[in-house]
């Protein structure tokens, strides 16, 4: 007889949870057999107008041109200054609009300090040591789906923050420390 530890359930119940907060969105978690294959992210930028559709991930590695691409996309649109935007952030976001193939459109991304404080000055909870200025973070709607639905399967990844701003309909996302804020669902 097989008998499965605490541990060993505590992981399949988790995973088990996971997928079903992630089945509205038809999203499933990728098995590590997955994890080679390709990797691509639509963008609309909703200060620029800018549009970006590209792979960032073929083969089993990270690609250096894309990346780039993506990171001027995600740039600091006041100042001009871009930033290298953590993978982890750019998987987050794959994993969230693969089933569906949706354009994310960008509210916020990479921010310089000089922007940051003037945001902070200006008042609306900017943090002081956000994640934006590490390119940890993005404020994002994903065309098709409700804001509150991408929170859910934001908060079912587990993988760092989620903010939901429903009076600015978007939701924050970040590699920081897992953790929530904003309305939650019932």
Same mark, same amino acid.
């Given at each position: 007889m097989i008998r499965i530890g605490p541990d060993a359930a505590g992981t399949r119940r988790r995973r088990l949870l996971q997928a079903l907060a992630l089945?509205? *969105?038809?999203i499933a978690l990728a098995p590590a057999a997955h994890a080679a294959a390709e990797r691509a992210l639509a963008f609309r930028h909703t200060h620029t107008g800018e549009r970006l559709e590209i792979a960032y991930f073929a083969r089993g590695e990270y690609l250096p041109a894309a990346l780039a691409r993506i990171d001027w996309l995600l740039r600091d649109f006041r100042t001009g200054e871009a930033r290298r935007i953590d993978t982890r952030l750019l998987d987050a976001l794959h994993a969230l609009s693969?089933?569906?193939g949706g354009e994310y459109e960008i509210i916020s991304a990479y921010r310089s300090p000089q922007t940051n404080a003037q945001l902070r000055q200006a008042g609306g909870g900017v943090a002081q040591r956000s994640l934006h200025l590490e390119g940890r973070a993005i404020d994002v709607r994903l065309k098709g789906t409700a804001t509150a639905r991408l929170r859910d399967a934001? *908060?079912? *990844?587990? *993988?760092g923050g989620v903010g939901h701003y429903p009076k600015s309909d978007f939701v924050h996302l970040d590699t920081g420390r897992v953790r929530h804020w904003g309305p939650q669902a019932a």
């Amino acid at each position: 007889m097989i008998r499965i530890g605490p541990d060993a359930a505590g992981t399949r119940r988790r995973r088990l949870l996971q997928a079903l907060a992630l089945a509205p *969105l038809g999203i499933a978690l990728a098995p590590a057999a997955h994890a080679a294959a390709e990797r691509a992210l639509a963008f609309r930028h909703t200060h620029t107008g800018e549009r970006l559709e590209i792979a960032y991930f073929a083969r089993g590695e990270y690609l250096p041109a894309a990346l780039a691409r993506i990171d001027w996309l995600l740039r600091d649109f006041r100042t001009g200054e871009a930033r290298r935007i953590d993978t982890r952030l750019l998987d987050a976001l794959h994993a969230l609009s693969a089933p569906h193939g949706g354009e994310y459109e960008i509210i916020s991304a990479y921010r310089s300090p000089q922007t940051n404080a003037q945001l902070r000055q200006a008042g609306g909870g900017v943090a002081q040591r956000s994640l934006h200025l590490e390119g940890r973070a993005i404020d994002v709607r994903l065309k098709g789906t409700a804001t509150a639905r991408l929170r859910d399967a934001a *908060l079912a *990844l587990g *993988l760092g923050g989620v903010g939901h701003y429903p009076k600015s309909d978007f939701v924050h996302l970040d590699t920081g420390r897992v953790r929530h804020w904003g309305p939650q669902a019932a």
